[in-house]
């Protein structure tokens, strides 16, 4: 395998660029870091562009699995890749897979109305894989998928279901187009307890802004605005929390 020493090499220069989502964008491909992630890439038939790894990785089965396209990278070239503290020493460059821009929308889904935290995102997408959803829809102002902090949150949940980046208003039209009822949250004592509601099996979940809730224009599309009650002296629940206790209370189990 190649080998390379200096974070200063250009190749290394490129791939540091990946963290940001504009060039993800530019190049259709990003890049995930972590020996569990690239397994799970692997195991769901992602389309690896490159493999880098330190050498204590260079023998590993999966590794020379990718023998073709795999570089060996010096420790210090691993730590200037890494967005932890404590790199792996494994990295994959992905390629984006191409979504359909009009999904045909059945089930149980999550729709994000500009969530902005990568650790929140990345929370709630593994949690709706957890949950058995069908799929989740962020808004074009939320994190994207492809930042490396919201893939290490998701871990590995992203290539299991469908995620989708669009327009919030065509995410609901989607949804109305599908006859999915449509919930929107809220921290408001007015909405309807989530707990008094019927299990269904077919909806769509909107989750809002950590800061500002589901948006007023967005609300107005719900068949019914919801809020968990809060039993204790806490003003409302972090959004990741929340939406996890919505999507197993609102399903039949």
């Given amino acids: ?76 070239v691993a730590a200037e890749l890494s967005e932890t503290k404590s790199p792996q020493g494994i990295f994959a460059v992905i390629k984006v897979q ?11 889904w999550v729709i994000l109305d500009d969530v902005q935290d990568p650790g929140n995102v990345g929370t709630i997408v593994r949690t709706a894989d957890a949950a058995g959803y069908d799929g989740v829809i962020t808004s074009l102002n939320s994190a994207d998928t492809f930042q490396p902090k919201v893939q290490r949150s998701m871990q590995g949940s992203q290539f299991h279901l469908p995620i989708y980046r669009m327009d919030i208003q065509k995410a609901i039209k989607l949804a109305k187009d599908a006859s999915l009822k449509i919930y929107g949250s809220e921290v408001d004592r007015s909405a309807k307890p989530y707990n008094e509601l019927p ?42 929390v929340a939406a996890g206790v919505l999507m197993y209370g609102l399903q039949s189990l």
Avoid: W
């Fill in 1 to 76: 395998m190649k080998y390379i020493e200096s974070k200063k090499n250009d190749e290394i220069k490129q791939l540091k660029k990946l963290s940001a989502t504009k060039n993800i964008r530019k190049t259709g491909t990003y890049m995930i870091e972590g020996f569990h992630l690239v397994r799970e890439a692997d195991q769901y038939e992602q389309k690896f562009e490159k493999l880098f790894v330190t050498e204590n990785y260079a023998d590993d089965r999966l590794v020379k699995k990718y023998y073709d396209i795999a570089t060996t990278v010096s420790e210090d």
């Fill in 98 to 108: 191409d979504v359909e821009d009009s999904p045909k929308l059945s089930g149980k």
């Fill in 199 to 240: 299990k269904e099996d077919n909806f769509a979940l909107i989750m809002g802004n950590e800061a500002h809730g589901v948006s007023k224009q967005i609300l107005v599309n719900c068949d019914e605005d919801i809020y968990i009650p809060i039993l204790g002296k806490a003003e409302s629940l972090n959004v990741a």
